[in-house]
T-cell receptor, first 114, second 112 residues
Framework: NAGVTQTPKFQVLKTGQSMTLQCAQDMNHNSMYWYRQDPGMGLRLIYYSASEGTTDKGEVPNGYNVSRLNKREFSLRLESAAPSQTSVYFC?????????????FGPGTRLTVT | DQQVKQNSPSLSVQEGRISILNCDYTNSMFDYFLWYKKYPAEGPTFLISISSIKDKNEDGRFTVFLNKSAKHLSLHIVPSQPGDSAVYFCAAPQNYGQNFVFGPGTRLSVLP
């Protein structure tokens, strides 16, 4: 099992450019999450997907869109990148044991917007 | 307003001694807590959790204590090892896991 994979690992964008961060999990998990991590602020939820075809906004959704393409894949899109979106992005999933809140995280994507 | 606080940004401990990492929360609706460990350039990994029906949970060298009346939990690592050097986050689920609230993290350095 690869667990949760994310691509790319690093990305530099200019202001106004767009890009999609990819996430996939091979654990047959139902729920998937996108977080951003900024210094001194912990992880903040951007979007959440409880199952294929459903997505919900988290704490900081502005400037982002998501797609739950199938049960395995959950992508995050920046339509017009801004310097404030410079961050490390983590994808996570849940869905092993019933009622387990243990999240499995990907290795992260470090994004810099200049 | 942070619902989960980790007031110590960093902590240094000698190898073999006890490390105590603290976490405070403000939302009395939280009924489950998790600790994650994060190494540089990696994603967080689950360490240990505790339900609000318990006041202690132990897993090897790691023990989490929960004091509901004080809205406080702590992670004890005994004995500390250099490989424990990492950032530790405490987290709480909301809305049956639709959201998770994370603390800002504490960087633990275990000195040989």
């Amino acid at each position: 099992n690869a667990g949760v994979t994310q691509t790319p690992k690093f990305q530099v964008l200019k202001t106004g450019q767009s890009m999609t961060l990819q996430c996939a999990q091979d654990m047959n998990h139902n729920s998937m999450y996108w977080y951003r991590q900024d210094p001194g602020m912990g992880l903040r939820l951007i979007y959440y997907s409880a199952s294929e075809g459903t997505t919900d906004k988290g704490e900081v959704p502005n400037g982002y869109n998501v797609s739950r393409l199938n049960k395995r894949e959950f992508s995050l899109r920046l339509e017009s990148a801004a310097p404030s979106q410079t961050s490390v992005y983590f994808c996570a999933s849940i869905g092993g044991e019933w009622n387990s809140y243990e999240q499995y995280f990907g290795p992260g994507t470090r994004l810099t917007v200049t | 307003d942070q619902q989960v606080k980790q007031n110590s940004p960093s902590l240094s401990v000698q190898e073999g001694r006890i490390s105590i990492l603290n976490c405070d929360y403000t939302n009395s609706m939280f009924d489950y807590f998790l600790w994650y460990k994060k190494y540089p350039a990696e994603g967080p990994t689950f360490l240990i959790s505790i339900s609000s029906i318990k006041d202690k949970n132990e897993d090897g060298r790691f023990t989490v204590f929960l004091n509901k009346s004080a809205k406080h939990l702590s992670l004890h690592i005994v004995p500390s090892q250099p490989g424990d050097s990492a950032v530790y986050f405490c987290a709480a689920p909301q809305n049956y896991g639709q959201n998770f609230v994370f603390g800002p993290g504490t960087r633990l350095s275990v000195l040989p």
